[in-house]
């Protein structure tokens, strides 16, 4: 045996262990040195492990996925969990205790079952799955008591989600040091090379920004993109321990490139007839694409795996009899070795993908760098590798200036505000601190962000050179169906926010009465999991579209309507589900407000960075992603002729959506008025029955009102049968005091422009109008001619409703009868500072409507909101501020009149926001000295920044979104009122 190549020896034990997800796994011993390598499938195993008769070799997960989702076997979600076991205990995966526990108490679900006290403890007394156990011991079993009735695959499967929310998933490190001598750390995942400081992250290198990746001795080198490196040096080195660990390293990061980013396994490189220069090695396993295709559609048949729980104080490797063994040694149990010919059979029947790699980077040592090697890069087209272009797995890709990439000793040294030890590492323990929002535009380059951003498999733009046959009908197409995937990740992200985050969150304080959490999670949780699969359709069909460009062939690949189609029709089946969700806000509203320590965890968890909008608005997403879909599709039948191939497709799924949408119309709106009060009932102190019967939200603002003192600053609130008017608490709360309540049976409005103040007639007020009810009358002055028409137009519309409406009671119990101008509590109110930064300032999520209306001096109205929810928009954008020269790599989302910026599509909460309410949108002048293609500018006052999108359709889609929910329906904003 240990003559025999190390692919013999793992078909082996694949047979063995009866795995079809073998290509995830591999065999690693340890060397003299004390780190791990893989054994190479290509090479004798004499030639790789030194007195192999003694050796001992050890199962484990070699590629980690970033979604364990795309696991398609119990059995290989068990092996995962057990490697994320031994990554507990190895202190390999750091945590927040509390996660560490939870993480703890499922793999004890998974292994004896439900909570039984006694046989916890002496479990747990005879097994670690935690360093220093004892000190959380109370915790696994206070998490263990919850999950009674939890399968051993369900608790694998929970296992895998939480730990997949880690910042250390999956990572392996290897020490290394910089230029300037600096200790750091190096490791590599599916998106590229990564480096940290202890267990912080510092830079990201993804494959897309990378051209080569070499070594020469301890040297490890990273050589970027041209465009990427921008003023700086286009080689970063890192120094490591010794050149066997070099070159070890190097060996991971070829094999995770060519597993995560090619779409077929590379070529073996041709041996030289005489002599060679530098390593010959290369990945020869399949990809996960191939791994994915090949148990998906070859139907393949593997002997049921069935889970029995242990009550025995044994350990795991005894537990059941089909139970991976840990290691392997070459004295016992491979005597029986299959020839040659059956295991190449058995490893490499996979049916090879027509479409061509992704153009992966050079992956060479230093000595090979007079000479091109012949790498998976070279059967794409000489002149696009001359370029060094490259194709990303899910999008298109173009040359591009993108953010700059610095030099070790800068990039490395550079601070970037990270997220809290205990954000960072667990969902369940999120730093309450609010957002940081963007600073002024005359700030240079954003403090967020590092300058090398990562783009994990986003889009990379080019102002230079167009992408080609942009203006076809099937390019159009593309984009709409590019538009339909990036809004479904985000889509999918705010789903988790709920079942995932938010579940963890009432679970571990035990917050949320058991009917409710039926309610709640069992409406969202079948949505979850069929746009789960919806989404994994789109990314498969948008690689094979790009795929059959960069190929230059046609057809098939190039369309969207029948996954489009079948995913409509099987949305029809949830309608049940969604007429339901008024329900489910009314209870928790409900239940939130019965219950101290639910009311507690809701607050609480709105404060975490996770949830970015109020937590009630994303019981609305399903809903309204409803009206997405009508609309791209919409927007995709238009492009088409009524010859195209797929435009019958995305007819008749247009008109499935349509049947559902207009059965849930009715619903929707009710549930966004609904959403809306239990907002503002939230935000307001003063008044505590603002969800009644028959009460609609109309319009949200600020306006300034005369008091003894002047005028003052006030928020308003209309709505169908009074007008509230509030002042904000002490700086940086989050509530606004109501200062007192208007009917509006019988109000009178009086407009005179200009007034005059009384007593002060050489002191005139601009849009001003007066507002007379309940025998008191209130002056009030708005910021614009344009906000005073938006008043007065929904007041007199309200006003005429309310007359030929029903009486109602306007007794609210704790509020505040209006008070006339002279009050005391009036002159006492605390004041807001004016316009300036509308993040940090406390506790609370300062880019929600209600605080930017009052920051902006603006006011929006439930039209607006209507409006906004149809003008969503997600993608990848580069940025830009005013007096700076880079540009920035974002994925930014629009949404809730708000751009919210990630690194990638992949994080978990935003880094920073920029409310849009006030700003402006057009095409930089040519004294903005910006000379780029498709790019948009932003301005409120001095404020300005710039967005360059990848192509002209995304261009104008940003623009239309922004301008769409960024005024009112049929009023287009004029620059002189602006001011």
Known sequence: MPKRDGQTLLTQVWRRLNLTECDYFGLEFQHPRSYWIWLEPMKPIVRQVRRPKGASLRLAVKFFPPDPGQLQDDYTRYLFALQLKRDLLEERLPCADTTAALLASHLLQSEIGDYDETLDREHLKANEYL????????????????????????????????????????????????????????????????????????????????????????????????????????????????????????????????????????????????????????????????????????????????????????????????????????????????????TNVSFYSVPTSPLAPRGPPDFKDSSDSLTEPQTPDARRPAAERSSGAATDGNTRRARSPGPPALQPCQGLSMESPQPSPSTRKSPLSLSPASQVTLGPAGQGLCPLLSPALSDAGGARMDGEEELKHKSTTADEAYFIA???????????????????????????????????????????????????????????????????????????????????????????????????????????????????????????????????????????????????????????????????????????????????????????????????????????????????????????????????????????????????????????????????????????????????????????????????????????????????????????????????????SLALPGSVVCAPPHRSSEEAAPEQESEGALEGQGQHRANTTVHVCWHRNASISRADHSAAVENQLSGYLLRKFKNSNGWQKLWVVFTNFCLFFYKTHQDDYPLASLPLLGYSVSVPKEADGVHKQHVFKLQFKSHVYFFRAESKYTFGRWMEVIERAGSSPGRARRPEEEA
Request: with cysteine.
């Open 482 to 808: 590019k538009e339909i995937l990036a809004t479904e990740r985000t889509y999918l992200k705010d789903l988790e926010v709920l079942t995932v985050w938010f579940r963890s969150a009432v679970v571990k304080e035990d917050a949320m009465p058991a009917d409710l959490m039926t309610l709640l999670f069992s409406n969202i949780d079948p949505i979850y999991e069929f746009h789960r699969g919806f989404l994994r359709e789109v990314e498969q069909r948008l690689t094979l579209w790009e795929g059959s460009s960069s190929t230059r062939a046609t057809g098939g690949h190039q369309r969207i309507g029948d996954i489009l189609l079948r995913n409509m029709h099987q949305l029809k089946e949830f309608t049940s589900y969604f007429q339901r969700h008024d329900e489910v806000l009314t209870e928790l509203e409900k239940a939130t407000r019965r219950f101290k320590k639910l009311e507690t965890v809701y607050k609480e968890f709105e404060l975490q960075k996770v949830c970015y909008l109020p937590l009630n608005s994303f019981l609305l997403k399903p809903i309204q992603r409803l009206v997405h879909y009508r609309l791209l599709l919409s927007r995709l039948c238009a492009r088409y002729a009524p010859a195209h191939p797929d435009y019958a497709d995305c007819r008749d799924a247009l008109q499935a959506i349509t049947e559902v949408t207009s059965t849930l119309q009715h619903s929707l709106a009710r549930l966004e008025n609904l959403q809306k009060l239990t907002e503002l009932q939230h935000d307001l102190v003063g008044v505590e029955n603002l969800i009644t019967p028959g009460r609609e939200f109309i319009r949200e603002g600020c306006l300034h009102k005369l008091t003894k003192k002047g005028m003052q600053q006030r928020m308003f609130f209309l709505f169908s049968d009074m007008l509230l008017y509030s002042s904000q608490g002490v700086t940086g709360t989050s509530h606004f005091r109501i200062r007192g309540l208007l009917p509006l049976r019988g109000m009178l409005l009086i407009v005179l422009d200009p007034p005059v103040e009384e007593g002060e007639p050489e002191r005139s007020v601009p849009h001003c109008f007066t507002i007379c009810a309940a025998q008191k009358t209130v002056v009030v002055a708005a910021s614009t001619r344009l906000e005073k028409e938006k008043w007065l137009c929904d007041l007199n519309t309200a006003i005429d409703a309310a007359k030929s409406g029903s009486d109602q």
């Open 131 to 342: 360093p220093s156990q004892e000190h959380s011991l109370e915790k696994i079993l206070e998490f263990h008591r919850k999950h009674t009735g939890q399968t051993p695959a369900e608790s694998d499967f929970q296992v895998l989600e939480i730990a997949r929310k880690l910042e250390m998933y999956g990572l392996r490190f290897h020490r290394a040091s910089d230029r300037e001598g600096a200790r750091i750390n190096l490791a590599v995942s599916h998106m590229g090379v990564l480096v940290f400081q202890g267990t912080t992250k510092i830079n990201t290198f993804n494959w897309s920004r990378v051209r080569k990746l070499s070594f020469k001795r301890k040297r490890f080198l990273i050589k970027l993109h041209a465009e990427v490196r921008g003023p700086y040096q286009d080689t970063l080195e890192f120094l490591l321990g010794s050149r066997d660990e070099c070159k070890n390293f190097w060996k991971i990061c070829v094999e995770y490139h060519s597993f995560f980013r090619l779409f077929d396994q590379p070529k073996a490189k041709a041996k030289a007839v005489f002599f060679s220069r530098g390593s010959s090695f290369r990945y020869s396993g399949r990809t996960q694409k191939q791994l994915v295709d090949y148990v998906r559609d070859s139907g393949v048949k593997r002997v049921p795996y069935e889970r029995r729980h242990s009550k025995t104080r044994m350990s795991i490797r005894a537990l059941t009899a089909d139970l991976p063994r840990q290691s392997i040694s070459f004295t016992e149990g491979m005597r029986t070795s299959a020839s040659p010919s059956s």
